[in-house]
């Protein structure tokens, strides 16, 4: 059995790529051409969703259970649990802010704000983005601005690049779907690289989503020992929510760390 400081390290890897995805896929505001591609994948519409999967992390053997939750372009939620102790995580990202609670084996709490984030990173930041990767959405969207994009097709898929200040995001669109089979973000000023695939397409309530999603994150492209990969085989995924909650409290008991 893993001792809980070894739980805790591999939550908080787990969590953090979250925020990292989310920094990552972010971008400057500098000004470049605005174009359309011409190309709309089969994208899924939504209001909020709700979602549970089973999630491996690189190097552990055991599944972490998370249940994430959503409300579009405006709240990210995710409780993650780990055998035995249960909830060991719980995070909320907001269109100002993102905060993380962890619970073993230390109670301790995190907190960012926009400006932090952008500061530290010099990054815009907006919920939507990590939305769109957990429902297989373009995380461009189609009218963006400040995007210069060219399209392409190679035997029997869409390859569509999109260039953003530093980071190149490339999708991979099979013609006969039309649905996101692979998106890789390469950035301009250093050798990180994520890589999203997508598999096991399935129709939930009208709606085409991928519920196989694994993520590779490259510190260094190089040097693929320096990575961290996630995989989420969702089970449930719910887009005919009505009420849902958000729930996100710190009491006197963690202590701030960030």
Known sequence: MLFPATKTKLVHNFVFSLVFIFLFISCHKNVLHKVDSGIIPNEVDYSKVSIS???????VKFNLKSSLRMQKD??????VSAP????????IILSDSAKMITKYPNKEYYAYSVSEFSQ????????FILQDVLVGNRIIRKG????????????????????????TVTNFIPTDKLKIRKVTLESDTSNAQMNINYTDFEEVQGK???????????E???DPK??????????????????QTYPFKVSSKYIRKF
């Open 53 to 59: 999967a089973k999630t491996k992390v690189s190097g």
């Open 74 to 79: 405006s709240v990210f939620w995710c409780s």
């Open 84 to 91: 035995i102790v249960g909830e060991a995580a719980r995070t």
């Open 120 to 127: 530290k990173y010099g990054l815009n930041i907006s919920p």
């Open 144 to 167: 963006s601005e400040n995007v210069a994009q060219k399209l392409r097709k190679e035997n029997k898929e869409w390859v569509l690049e999109q260039k953003v200040s530093n980071v």
């Open 208 to 218: 085409v989503v991928p519920k196989n999603i694994q993520i590779e994150l490259l």
């Open 220 to 222: 260094n492209k190089n």
């Open 226 to 243: 320096k990575s961290i990969n996630l995989e989420f085989n969702i089970s449930r995924i719910d887009f005919e929510v009505e009420e």
